[in-house]
Structures are given as C-alpha cells and as structure tokens.
C-alpha cells in the first residue's frame, strides 16, 4: 500500500526535521531503529478497503524499512513476516516473496503456502 501510494507518504528527513518532542540526528541515530518513525507507521490508520487492492507482498528493496530505520543493513530479522494471520484482510493476495526465517515445516513461506497464497523466500 506504501509503494502503490495508497496510504500517506512518508520521509524520514522531513519527519525528524519537523519532530518536536526530540531532535532526531539521523546521522548518528540512523544505525539504529528510529522509535519515533516504528510508532508513526504502528499508527498508521489503513482502510479496510484498500486491502482489496492488493494483490502481491514483496519484501525486497521496500523503502519504508529505510524510513524507520535509515542504515538498516539487513542483517537481523527485525522486518521478518513472522505470522501470516493478516493476510485474511487481503482477499486478493496471490503470491508473497518474503525474508528468510529459518525455513521449515512451520516456516513462514509453508504456512503462507498452506493459506493459499504462493510464496517463496528472497
């Protein structure tokens, strides 16, 4: 929804150049998680109707990790699917690429897989 431009833009720039609760320093903060961006996307209100519009989760090269956390290396598995309980709100979803998480019996790709949904690790 966030590349289709679904759902409102975000910069993380802007947004710790606007923050007033904190100065953010993107410089020496961006290795890490930035909190204040994790809460905004957490509430972040989408439509139950734009679910529909959705037809394929693709998790490499998405931007708005970048957005939360500037200088994610992809290194830990913070960004992993870990469940596949929402995709019950996207009638239309297909197919899923998704992070590795060990694999598996009860890996997250098979348990999407037996939802119906193709997927497959990056």
Same mark, same amino acid.
Not at 1 to 28: D, G, T, W
Not at 38 to 47: R, Y
Not at 59 to 78: A, L, S, T
């Given at each position: ?5 679904l =759902? ?5 720039r802007? *947004? ?7 100065q ?9 998680l930035?909190p204040e961006?994790?809460q905004? *996307? @957490?509430h972040?209100e =989408?439509?139950?109707?734009l679910?529909? %519009?959705?037809?394929?989760l /693709?998790q %490499?090269?998405?931007?708005? /990790?970048?957005e ?9 598995? *913070? *960004?992993n =699917? ?6 019950k709100?996207?009638? %239309?979803?297909?197919s899923?690429?998704?992070?590795y ?5 009860n890996?997250?790709v098979n348990?999407?897989i @037996? ?8």
């Amino acid at each position: 929804m966030y590349e289709k431009e679904l =759902v409102a833009p975000f910069c993380i720039r802007e *947004f710790a150049r606007l923050h007033k609760a904190r100065q953010i320093n993107l410089e020496s903060e961006g290795h890490e998680l930035i909190p204040e961006a994790l809460q905004w *996307f @957490k509430h972040l209100e =989408v439509p139950e109707s734009l679910c529909p %519009n959705i037809n394929r989760l /693709y998790q %490499n090269g998405n931007r708005v /990790y970048h957005e939360i956390w500037p200088q994610w290396d992809g290194e830990c598995d *913070f *960004f992993n =699917v870990k469940s596949q309980q929402d995709i019950k709100h996207f009638p %239309n979803l297909t197919s899923a690429t998704l992070f590795y998480d060990g694999g598996g019996e009860n890996g997250i790709v098979n348990r999407f897989i @037996k939802a119906g949904v193709s997927a497959e690790y990056l």
